[in-house]
């Protein structure tokens, strides 16, 4: 059970104004709120870009990828551990994801390797890519522009050119779904077209019901926005489909929200963050902890859940559950994904802050640019 505050001020900001301009100056909901529209884009991309038939292994010829690689930061990045997650089950070769300048040595002819950058100009991930070429992988680019995709027709390798002009956390379905339908084209996963029908499906019926229109009473991610607030929020998730999640969760509430948010998964917190609630303290009656919960997971994991949870729920503010909507797995991850969007930007309405700008990082990139 969510915890509504009874404040009737906080309670006003998110159930009577619903409109939000006066904070969201750059329309941040209108994006979130477009998801099922985007995603529909976002696949097009992916089926429409163009790479020439050489840049595949010739189908009589021993030489196969044997890695897949995804370059990337921070929102950029996400879309692969997604994917990672997403097709644990499926592919016989890793995805890998490097954050970061560097690249491991296994780097070769035989690795596909996605460089993210959403500006294209991310340092990190040009770095990586420049290291990638000189190993002779094959690459494919997604971006809006800039520098990678001077990069990219340089040395003649495909791009999938994603719209500009959104900030890099609310292009989710851009930094996902092309590169998906580019694995399938390559022919290195399956076709999914009844999973992809079944999440737009939830998605365009989540939509409404956490839309910014929809009233706290009936609206589950102002509900849980309303719970975490003025709390410290830990993000737990499980092995598998939901750890990914998880993660982004944390990176929302810490980008959209201007606040600080850790997560982890199940069940290796179980081995050890289950004994930072041993002794009663003022902190931990700080903590919110909420579970991303999948209902068709691992059985262990979700007894694991209930055992842990029993342990430790009096020593903390509160324990909200998040349960997964409909059945097939990419459906029930993006439910997650897009409650978690929508959690962290009320939440970002509750603290008073729009949830576009994020001035640290600015700052950042303006220091290291001296």
Known sequence: MVEIRKNKNDINILDLDR????????????????????????????????????????????????????????????GGDLLSDYLSNELSI??????????????????????????????????????????????????????LAVLARENNFPVIKVPAGIQPRAAISYLFFPVL???????????????????????QELSSEYCAKSPLKNNFAKKVAM???????????????????????????????????????????????????????????????????????????EQRRKITRNIIEDKVAEFIVCPTKSKGKMARMFSLIFLGDLVSYYLAILNQVDPSPVACIEDLKKELAK
């Open 94 to 147: 890793p995805i890998v994801v490097i954050r970061g300048y560097d690249i491991p040595k296994f780097i070769d002819e035989n690795s596909l390797v996605f460089a993210v950058s959403y500006s294209g100009n991310t340092e990190e991930t040009l770095s990586a890519l420049k290291k990638c070429l000189d190993a002779k992988a094959r690459v494919i680019a997604l971006t809006s522009g800039g520098k």
């Open 19 to 78: 409109n939000f301009s006066k904070l969201d100056k750059a329309n941040m909901i209108k994006l979130l709120e477009e998801f099922p529209q985007k995603m529909r884009d976002a696949l097009r991309l992916g089926e429409e870009f163009s790479f020439l038939t050489n840049f595949l292994p010739a189908p009589d010829s021993t030489r196969s990828f044997k890695n897949i690689v995804v370059l990337g930061m921070g929102g950029s990045a996400i």
């Open 227 to 301: 719970g975490m607030y003025q709390h410290l929020p830990l993000i737990y998730g499980s092995e598998g489909l939901l750890k990914a999640v998880a993660m982004r969760w944390k990176t929302q509430i810490n980008e959209n929200s201007k606040w600080p948010c850790f997560w982890n998964v199940f069940p290796e917190l179980d081995h050890n963050e289950i004994v930072g609630y041993e002794i009663e303290n003022s902190i931990n009656r700080q903590v919110k902890i909420i579970y991303l919960q999948d209902k068709e997971g691992l059985l262990r994991v």
């Open 181 to 203: 339908k580019a694995l399938e084209r390559i022919g290195l996963i399956k076709e999914r077209d009844g999973e992809i029908e079944e999440t737009h499906k939830i998605l």
